[in-house]
DNA sequence: CACCGTTGCGTTCATATTGGTCATGGAAGG
DNA sequence: CCTTCCATGACCAATATGAACGCAACGGTG
């Protein structure tokens, strides 16, 4: 089978590179090209299409200078433009996703995320489409069922769970983002360990994590009697 | 929650009645109009979005006298109209159901289909508004995590029509949805086990698959030494 | 100015308690 | 009687907690 073209679309060079070098070490996928904003990525799409090379997968931020995600997608739409949407955005608004999925976007990406999440939402994409290509031996005539239908939604909608460090739980990471995310301050690991009732132990443990994947930065708070206090601060998500 | 408006969209006059009839009896579903073919459709589509009261959902058969069902996708696209689509068709051509997905169709049922899974298709897709309207409890904030937009997209999955994975049963499954419905807070796979008596294993294994599946939510329990005790939570909100 | 007690957090370790997996037994169906 | 499937019990792995220890800055005191 041949692969999967990806068009990337991003306006900021480093993260672009850096979809664009996710895309390179995933098997099955090859890069079709970059565009910065909606129009050239437009144009892009146009022009491999009358070439007769069709992008078939269109990595696509929110977040452009031009043009809006989504009228990119309903524009894509308008002009004939089919191509599978992934699309990538650090706005976490849910009403935005209802439109999102009405427009044909197969799959969600929050950034930022890292390259296992990248690759296992593009490998579920992959085995949606290899679904499609090839339907379940055991059913005879050319025909799809209902659960041939089904299996294939549900490999392009499962969640799954990432690899974690030993000694770090899913459940609890999840509750310290979510704590830091609202926090527009910068907390200690003791009011952690308050406002979400675990141990500072374990507060202590998460953010520390969380410092060593960049999500948040650790600085020292002096000024009070003793050892000085870690406190932690959201690094605001390049857009 | 207000009902979700629903059009139906059917040449036969009868298997139309016989859809209309599904909507009626389904809760949190009202038949907001019927049309036999697209032009009628698109133009009461307009109209309704005209008068205020768009619709939400649009139950699209394929195969329609005048046009395709995936031209009245695109042609409801370009023209604004971004209700979701559950497209019902005979046909079973796989390389169909990709460009429909590519057009925003959120569900696929294919003819011909008894109640129980229209009404678990569209139970499914009234699970995914929901979950999108108001994330799952115990994250607190506006935002959403990449988790809950997971959670959201699994939920379009079909779990009852999928086959059981190699160690369920349909009556167990049965008796411990029950048992969680009932449940108003959270429980624990030990409180399960006690009030079912099964086995713990046996608990675990089930309310696992729910969570799976979105039909309830997983979150930790903290505060107590000793690893973290998984609670379980009933999503499903009966409107 | 140097030193030392105080103080509160960082760090480590053992412990408790649950989650996860494997092989086994029993029941249902053919 | 055989096969297949699921629930079970027992084992190992995982993970938050509490306590004990160490460390670094503050604030007196010499």
Redesign the pocket.
Known sequence: MSDIRVLVVEDEPIAAAAHAAYIGRLEGFTLAGTAPDGQSALRLMTDFAAAGTPVDLVLLDMNLPDLHGLDIARRMRAAGLFADIIAITAVRELNIVRSAVATGVVQYLIKPFTFATFADKLGSYRLFREQLASPAAGHAGPGASQSDVDQAFASLRAPSELP?P????AS?LESVQDFMKLQSGAV???EVMDAL?????????YL?YLADAGTVTRT?R?????????EYRWTRTAS
Chains 1, 2 share one sequence.
């Open positions: 974690l030993k000694g770090l739980a609890t200690s690991a003791s009732g675990m141990s500072r132990v374990t507060a202590r443990r520390e020292a002096y000024g009070a009697p003793g050892r000085p206090e870690n």
